[in-house]
């Protein structure tokens, strides 16, 4: 018995030790979502008063559709039959299903002869054994550039430019709120220009159509990039932040049990140990 309660008490220690780590872990994740949260509400409103800018400069005309021709190569649709897929991973782990969920949602999405740009270490291991073209060039990104994609974007132009894809598509996780995130997938390239229906009428270019048009597609790319990853950083802190939660919740309930059966047994001990004296005594009044 002295066995088992010592077992017990060293399984309790352990547990109450691990407890510590993971709520200690919930509160560090807990703490970057919030702030990743705050920054992203700014970076949000950026992003879409750019876009209303870039949808009211780059349309085609209801009334007039032939009278906008914009020669630039990312809106051009080349004759290719394969895509490449930019695809957001954590580099980190102890994030629940937050990778799962992505490669699960890429296996359904890939088709035969896409390639695959991987961002972040654990996706790259868990493709490592897949019969797919895996580009892992910038897989370590997030984690030595942070919210930095201009060489990204220069990478993903020049490759475009080649005319060897069809189609380059971004794979990421849409953080919705505190519980719930959704992994969607984005076409970057080409870029659909929009008929406007509110304007009838083509704007002026100063200095020039082509020099207005070709800075705001290379700028549409970058912020494009820079939201939507910076979307799937905060649903990894947030799935970091669930699953620390879950592993204290369980451990308060281990630590319940194993005290419920520690002091089962130390009350039948006790229980034992009374029964005997008391046998004791009646015996030596005898």
């Known amino acids: 018995m002295a066995t088992s309660l010592n077992n017990l008490k060293d399984r309790l ?3 109450q030790s691990t407890k510590k780590l ?14 990743l949260n705050n920054e992203y509400s700014l970076v949000i409103d950026f992003y879409n008063r750019f876009l209303t800018i870039f949808n009211n400069t780059i349309f085609i ?31 980190n782990g102890l994030c629940s299903g937050y990778n799962n969920e992505v490669i699960k949602f890429l296996r359904n999405y890939y088709q035969k002869n896409d390639e695959i740009l991987i961002i972040g270490e654990k996706g790259k291991n868990e493709l490592a054994n897949e019969n797919i073209d895996i580009n892992d060039e910038f897989v370590d990104y997030l984690k030595e550039n942070s919210f930095d994609f201009k060489e990204l974007k220069d990478y993903l132009v020049t490759l475009y430019n080649k005319g060897e894809y069809k189609e380059i598509d971004l794979i990421y996780t849409h ?17 659909d220009i929009k008929t406007n229906y509110k304007r009838n009428y083509s704007p002026s270019f100063e200095p020039s159509k082509e020099e207005v048009v070709n800075y705001l597609i290379e700028e549409y790319l970058y912020y494009t990039l820079y939201t939507k990853i910076f979307d799937s950083r905060i649903a ?10 879950n592993a204290t919740k ?24 009374i ?10 009044k005898r």
Do not use: W
């Open 175 to 191: 953080y919705h709120n505190s519980l719930i995130s959704k992994v969607e997938s984005l076409k970057l390239l080409p870029i």
């Open 236 to 245: 990894e802190e947030s799935a970091r932040r669930l699953a620390m939660d």
């Open 13 to 15: 220690g352990s547990i």
């Open 275 to 284: 029964n005997e004296v008391s046998s004791a005594s009646r015996n030596l």
């Open 250 to 273: 369980n451990a308060d309930d281990l630590i319940d049990n194993l005290k419920l059966e520690y002091n089962k047994i130390r009350q039948s001990n006790i229980t034992s140990e």
């Open 22 to 35: 993971t709520n200690a872990m919930k509160l560090v994740s807990s703490a970057k979502e919030k702030k």
């Open 61 to 91: 005309n209801r009334n007039n559709p032939d009278c906008d021709s914009f020669n630039n190569n990312l809106l051009k649709k080349y004759d290719s039959n394969k895509r490449l897929l930019i695809v957001i991973t954590s580099n």
